[in-house]
């Protein structure tokens, strides 16, 4: 009684007993209702907290919307980008006619089998990584397949995840040409690893870190993340399926902020802490939007998550930006790129400087003469329009892109030039992991350990190039 009465607010009760205005007369009891409304925000949390954990929650669902498809050629390259430059979107067959289509794993495995991976067990309770992984460690590509994907073996399935170890230069050099790019994204500005000149005086941007390969077994997911550069993504499947879920940038910025909204932020790792019914406890939950908490996570039910499966032979386009996630449907391996075509240029040029230059976004363009010192939106757009470099790209793409293979893309006049580079750039790699070993002090000789794994890779690199560059065996 006396606790219900101090829910009255003390309008409510000087309303009613409005002929008491001085405390000298006023009734005891009311006094002590008076000095008891400082316990009002805490009864309505009471009952707010009681009504909660007695009743049902509303069930909430997400919008799934299906991912659009086009038939592969049904579009020219302006049209595509005219209709899809914004959208996700999959090109059935894009890809189909690929050598890489025909090889199956036990080509794969013939190919690239003495190629080095690193892989990383897929882990939903994992707190602080992108593709939530952990126990990361190399193998050879023949070793997995054998165990992961043609053998099946029980147990924890591995997953690549993207490092230059699971970069196609690095991994199998000789798979550039069975996977060359499609025409949409073939005239793109791409991040290098670094400018080498060659014995013709000609200078190339050598990209040793991308494409990257992603092989995995059935049920191997990644989680939602926002791409390094918030630049277009695009996979081309080869094996089995993998099915999308994505986000645009326009419904994450509005409810999803916390992927782009702070200035460095860590936008892949987000988490909330939250109290949990009947026995109450704080319990950290991460966002997993293959099995999503909408009660923690409501934000989720108010974008769109577009939905889709890219079958073997198929390609995804992904526009700047975009928030994905893929489940592996099926045994799959496929080739992904991060870059940005012409017509994406205004897009990614507001997304980087409205975000405040956020994930690397200027780093796409590290190594630009023109496009030094990026510090402001007028700057991003000069140096976009000034380069020699990308004029040379948007004169590409006003002609009409052709499939284009790695070593095009990167200037070099064929598969061997292109080879050695890449051979030289992974022996000054392994140059700078043994000189590691001279101070390392880790416990297990961890820099020893990289330096065999290195070391590995440069016979497999260079072993590939016809000439053999550093006549390794
Ligand atoms: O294929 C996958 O599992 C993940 C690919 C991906 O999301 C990426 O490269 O950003």
């Not at 051979?423 to 065999?452: I, P, W």
Request: aromatic content about 12%.
């Amino acid at each position: 009684m006396y606790r219900a009465s101090a829910l009255f607010t003390e309008r409510s009760v000087d309303g009613r007993r409005g002929r008491y205005t001085n405390d000298k007369y006023r009734p005891h009891y009311l006094w002590r209702v008076r000095r008891n409304s400082r316990w009002l925000p805490l009864a309505i949390c009471a009952l707010g907290l009681l009504l909660w954990t007695t009743f049902p929650t509303v069930t909430k669902e997400l919008n799934i919307v299906p991912i659009p498809r086009i038939p592969a050629g049904s579009l020219s390259v302006q049209e595509f980008y005219e209709q899809y430059g914004d959208r996700t979107v999959i090109i059935e067959g894009g890809v189909r006619h690929h050598p890489a289509f025909q090889l199956g794993f036990e080509g794969l495995k013939e190919l690239c089998g003495g190629g080095t991976l690193d892989t990383a067990l897929y882990s939903s309770d994992m707190e602080d990584e992108v593709l939530r992984v952990r126990d990361r460690g190399p193998m050879f590509l023949r070793d997995y397949i054998d165990q992961y994907l043609t053998g099946h073996t029980k147990g924890d399935p591995r997953v690549l995840v993207s490092t230059l170890a699971s970069s196609l230069p690095v991994m199998c050099p000789a798979l550039e040409l069975q996977t060359p790019f499609p025409s949409y994204v073939s005239s793109a500005l791409q991040g290098f690893d670094e400018v080498r000149n060659s014995s013709d005086g000609k200078q190339h941007r050598l990209l040793a870190s991308q494409p990257e390969i992603f092989i995995g077994p059935q049920g191997t997911k990644s989680t939602t993340h926002m791409d390094n550069f918030l630049v277009p993504f695009w996979m081309a499947v080869y094996a089995g399926k993998k099915t999308f879920r994505t986000i645009p940038y326009e419904d994450s910025i509005k409810h999803m902020p916390y992927y782009t909204g702070v200035r460095n932020a860590q936008p892949n790792r987000y988490k909330k802490t939250v109290l949990s019914k009947w026995p109450w406890t704080f319990q950290k939950k991460q966002l997993e939007i293959w099995d999503p908490d909408l009660e923690t996570f409501p934000e989720v039910t108010k974008v769109r998550v577009y939905e889709g499966t890219v079958n073997a032979g198929d390609w995804i386009y992904l526009p700047p930006a975009t928030l994905h996630a893929v489940y592996n449907t099926e045994d799959t391996w496929a080739v992904s790129v991060n870059s940005l075509p012409p017509p994406t240029f205004s897009k990614f040029v507001d997304i980087c400087a409205d975000n405040h230059f956020i994930m690397g976004c200027t780093r796409i363009l590290e190594g630009i003469e023109e496009c030094n010192d990026l510090q402001t939106k007028e700057g991003l757009k000069n140096c976009l329009a000034d380069s020699d470099l990308v004029h040379s790209i948007q004169k590409e793409y006003d002609e009409g892109p052709r499939e284009k293979y790695l070593h095009e893309y990167a200037s070099y006049d064929g598969f061997e030039p292109w080879c050695e580079a890449v051979c030289a750039h992974v022996n000054d790699l392994y140059s700078l992991t043994s000189f590691r070993t001279v101070f390392d002090t880790s416990k297990g000789g961890k820099a020893k350990e990289e330096m065999e794994v290195m070391k590995q890779k440069l016979r497999h690199v260079c072993g590939s190039c016809n000439s053999n560059p550093f006549g390794l065996t």
